[in-house]
């Protein structure tokens, strides 16, 4: 099993910033592909961005030049640089993992998911 927990989400002001954290434990040599989603209320999860142990990352259009993903090997942790936040950035970010090294954007694709950290843009 994986544990995923995530932290660093709070208020914040239209052209602030964020840095979402995301600390595994458990099995996570299984995780060969870690992501971020995000859920706004009334809506679907969707995907933010995503990692891969082979360092090939990918971006949603909507977050692409603002919000960088990375990962820190000797901590065990994924993160989220979140820059130049908009209203439209609201919503509940998860960390989620998968076993297979590829990219996904699906989010029932991947395995392991944390509770989730809550974003809130103010305008």
């Known amino acids: 099993q994986v544990q995923l927990v995530e932290s660093g989400g709070g208020l914040v002001q239209a052209g602030g910033s964020l840095r979402l954290s995301c600390a595994a434990s458990g099995r996570t040599f299984s995780m060969n592909a870690m992501g971020w989603f995000r859920q706004a209320p009334g809506k679907e999860r969707e995907f933010v961005a995503a990692f891969t142990w082979v360092s090939s990352t990918k971006y949603a259009d909507s977050v692409k030049g603002r919000f960088t993903i990375s990962r820190d090997n000797t901590k065990n942790t994924l993160y989220l640089q979140m820059n130049s936040l908009k209203p439209e950035d609201t919503g509940v970010y998860y960390c989620?993992?998968?076993?297979?090294?590829?990219?996904?954007?699906?989010?029932?694709?991947?395995?392991?998911w944390g509770q989730g950290t809550q974003v809130t843009v103010s305008s």
């Open positions: 989620a993992a998968r076993q297979t090294v590829v990219i996904s954007t699906i989010a029932p694709e991947y395995i392991y």
